[in-house]
């Protein structure tokens, strides 16, 4: 921190700053603390998304297995299935970090093709696709908000240590340099002005 004139004025300017940059200190501390929590409850909840898509995944597999066995290769059947565009995506701000939010679910499972020619065992496969696609969107949704924490929590940390460990000292530094120029002056003053009155003293009792 660059030096500055021992003054009152100073002084004063440089504890008003520290207490500016511990008040931001503390201020990180808790954004980190409210981001870290929010992330930790996010990473249990993608673990669970993670076990539930596995399962359902290993599923939807054996049914399509079990559908192309019955009717042949289903692909020109899939073709028969719309293309789903109602994602909607929102974002929720957690202390100011955007965390990207999928209101609502996909509309019900539908079939679109055909019954005369395909069996249950399609229509088995179709609804279990379905339920992979909603836990994929949502594991979609936890994981980017579990990144953009992170990277928060990241630049957060570094301006905290940044407060704690380089702004905070340097400004305790000055007002401690300050403070002993200052009070090295009062002393010189308070010498200056026995001396004077010594002197004076004495001049005094000269003339009597």
Do not use: W
Request: charged content about 30%; proline content about 3%.
């Amino acid at each position: 921190m660059a030096a500055v004139l021992p003054t009152k004025g100073n002084l004063m300017a440089a504890k008003r700053s520290r207490a500016l940059a511990q008040t931001g200190y503390e201020l990180m501390d808790r954004k980190r603390n409210i981001l870290i929590r929010e992330m930790m409850a996010l990473m249990d909840t993608a673990r669970q998304v993670q076990e539930q898509i596995d399962t359902v995944f290993s599923q939807a597999y054996a049914s399509l297995q079990a559908a192309n066995m019955a009717l042949g290769i289903c692909d020109r059947i899939a073709e028969a299935v719309d293309l789903d565009d109602t994602l909607e995506l929102r974002y929720r701000s957690v202390m100011g970090v955007e965390l990207p939010h999928i209101p609502g679910q996909s509309p019900a499972p539908r079939p679109e093709y055909g019954f005369a020619n395909t069996t249950s065992a399609l229509d088995e496969c179709y609804i279990r696709f379905h339920r992979v696609k909603e836990l994929v969107r949502q594991l979609a949704e936890v994981e980017t908000s579990i990144y953009r924490l992170a990277e928060s929590i990241k630049k957060t940390q570094k301006r905290a240590n940044a407060l704690q460990n380089i702004v905070i000292p340097g400004f305790d530094q000055t007002i401690r340099l300050i403070s002993d120029a200052l009070e090295e002056k009062e002393r010189e003053e308070f010498v200056r002005l026995k001396v004077i009155k010594r002197t004076t003293a004495k001049k005094r009792s000269a003339g009597a």
